[in-house]
């Protein structure tokens, strides 16, 4: 595969300048500058309670009273995906994948989705008759047929177990191999943004603390050896010793 920084193109697909947000006088993103790169993998940590999410919905636009001195920037075809698949009960899979959309295709780009995600076959099945993976997958799927130029993910794999968590891992990757979104993928697992992105930003006091670029190849397994660095200068960003661990 070619290296992943001759896909990166110089218009930005997100731009902020002089990004703030305050709740109550208490201000949680402190005039935070940021370009991410289109077609770029980027994650974002920091401790609970930091910002991370704060900082996705401003860039999804679902924030009206964030304030920036200068730009906010996003390109227009945006999908969000959240730590619980927010699939409607009431509908079936397929008819979920496909809310909103429209155009005689679109049943047809709906199935395609389910089956780049493994959900082929799962069509008509109800939400609550899919594993806490598949309903992720789903959610995947909902968000691809939307041609995303950004995908913005939540702890989209907070909720499963380790071994789902790493198959959906491996799937997220392959996803953005195929259709190169630019990804901002919110975590608390440090390992899990070695491993899957390109580069790992943390938010620290309002502002982003250390912006890493990950340059190990890909598919990278967590016992890489060049990985180690990166964990303890994420970790040690983070404000975790090795005592804590
Ligand atoms: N609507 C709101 N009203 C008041 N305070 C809020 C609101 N949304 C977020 N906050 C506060 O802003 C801070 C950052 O919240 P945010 O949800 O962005 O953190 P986070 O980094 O995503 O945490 P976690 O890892 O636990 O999801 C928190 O102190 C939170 O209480
Ligand atoms: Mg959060």
């Given at each position: 595969?070619?290296?992943?920084?001759?896909?990166?193109t110089?218009?930005?697909?997100?731009?902020?300048?002089?990004?703030?947000?305050?709740?109550?006088?208490?201000?949680?993103?402190?005039?935070?500058?940021?370009?991410?790169?289109?077609?770029?993998?980027?994650?974002?940590?920091?401790?609970?309670?930091?910002?991370?999410?704060?900082?996705?919905?401003?860039?999804?636009?679902?924030?009206?009273?964030?304030?920036g001195s200068?730009?906010?920037?996003?390109?227009?075809?945006?999908?969000?995906?959240?730590?619980?698949?927010?699939?409607?009960?009431?509908?079936?899979?397929?008819?979920?994948?496909?809310?909103?959309?429209?155009?005689?295709?679109?049943?047809?780009?709906?199935?395609?989705?389910?089956?780049?995600?493994?959900?082929?076959?799962?069509?008509?099945?109800?939400?609550?008759?899919?594993?806490?993976?598949?309903?992720?997958?789903?959610?995947?799927?909902?968000?691809?047929?939307?041609?995303?130029?950004?995908?913005?993910?939540?702890?989209?794999?907070?909720?499963?177990?380790?071994?789902?968590?790493?198959?959906?891992?491996?799937?997220?990757?392959?996803?953005?191999?195929?259709?190169?979104?630019?990804?901002?993928?919110?975590?608390?697992?440090?390992?899990?943004?070695?491993?899957?992105?390109?580069?790992?930003?943390?938010?620290?006091?309002?502002?982003?603390?250390?912006?890493?670029?990950?340059?190990?190849?890909?598919?990278?397994?967590?016992?890489?050896?060049?990985?180690?660095?990166?964990?303890?200068?994420?970790?040690?960003?983070l404000?975790?010793?090795?005592?804590h661990?």
């Amino acid at each position: 595969m070619a290296p992943h920084t001759q896909q990166l193109t110089a218009a930005p697909a997100v731009q902020l300048r002089g990004l703030t947000r305050s709740f109550d006088g208490r201000t949680v993103l402190d005039d935070i500058d940021l370009d991410l790169p289109a077609g770029q993998f980027t994650a974002l940590l920091g401790h609970s309670g930091s910002g991370k999410s704060t900082l996705l919905r401003a860039i999804a636009g679902l924030d009206h009273e964030v304030v920036g001195s200068g730009r906010l920037t996003a390109p227009e075809r945006v999908s969000v995906v959240f730590q619980d698949s927010r699939l409607l009960p009431w509908r079936r899979v397929l008819d979920n994948v496909l809310l909103g959309t429209n155009g005689k295709d679109a049943a047809e780009k709906g199935r395609e989705a389910l089956a780049e995600v493994g959900l082929k076959g799962r069509e008509r099945a109800w939400p609550n008759e899919l594993s806490g993976g598949e309903a992720q997958r789903a959610a995947l799927a909902r968000s691809l047929v939307r041609e995303p130029e950004l995908l913005l993910a939540d702890e989209p794999f907070g909720a499963l177990d380790a071994l789902t968590r790493i198959r959906m891992h491996v799937l997220l990757r392959e996803l953005w191999e195929r259709h190169r979104p630019s990804v901002l993928l919110v975590t608390h697992d440090v390992d899990e943004a070695i491993v899957l992105a390109d580069r790992v930003l943390v938010l620290d006091r309002g502002r982003i603390g250390l912006d890493l670029t990950i340059e190990a190849p890909h598919p990278r397994s967590y016992r890489h050896p060049l990985l180690g660095e990166y964990r303890e200068r994420l970790l040690a960003a983070l404000g975790v010793t090795e005592d804590h661990q």
